[in-house]
Every structure is written in C-alpha cells, then in structure tokens.
C-alpha cells in the first residue's frame, strides 16, 4: 500500500525559507514516479518538480531557482527546500505517486496523494 506524508510546512515572511518532507511507502524503486504540487485556495494543483522512477529530478521553471527537490532513498524521502519565498507560494503543499512511467506533471497522471502541509506567507 503506497502511503505519502508530508510534514515541514509553517507560517513565514516573505523572503524566508522553509524545507518540506514526504516520507513514502510501499513505492517500489525504479516502478514509481514522485511529485511535488501545490494547491492555493480557489486554485487548480500545480506541479513543481518530478522525479522519474529512473532516478531524474526535474523542477518546473516557475519555481526554479527558488525552489530545489531532491530525494533521499535511504530514508524514503523526498525534499523540497524553499528560499525566498513570497505571499503567491501560500498553498497546501503535496506528494504524489504514480505507477506510470510516462507521468508528467498533471496531477491526473497521480494515483496516490498525501495529505499535505500547509504553507503560509505573509507580507
């Protein structure tokens, strides 16, 4: 059974930092792809980065240079470090896991959710 817990999120002025966590389970390495999305209120979910079950991490250009993903497998995490952050990154932040090789960002293309943790800017 595949299950995603995020856990980092928090409250923080503009131009601060925060690094956000998923651990995952019952995800077979090199048959799952992982994600990270945001969802703002009122908002469609948004992909921000990728990682390939071949082990490739890609980061949606909105976000690049601010946002860095990275995963540790030896601990079953996925990361998410925010720098300079900005009252338009506030959104419920989530993992995903897909079976699909072919997965891109389309949060359709992901089966399996966590149940975010919430991150505010304020200005």
């Known amino acids: 059974q595949v299950r995603l817990a995020e856990s980092g999120g928090g409250s923080v002025q503009t131009g601060g930092s925060l690094t956000l966590s998923c651990e995952f389970s019952?995800?077979?390495?090199?048959?799952?792809?992982l994600a990270w999305f945001r969802q703002a209120p009122g908002k469609e979910r948004e992909g921000l980065a990728r990682f390939t079950p071949g082990g490739g991490i890609f980061i949606e250009d909105s976000v690049e240079g601010r946002f860095t993903a990275s995963r540790d497998n030896s601990k079953n995490t996925l990361y998410l470090e925010m720098r300079s952050l900005k009252p338009e990154d506030t959104a419920m932040y989530l993992c995903?896991?897909?079976?699909?090789?072919?997965?891109?960002?389309?949060?359709?293309?992901?089966?399996?959710w966590g149940q975010g943790t919430q991150v505010t800017v304020s200005s």
């Open positions: 995903a896991a897909t079976s699909h090789w072919w997965a891109t960002l389309r949060p359709g293309d992901y089966a399996y």
């Open positions: 019952g995800v077979t390495d090199g048959d799952y792809g």
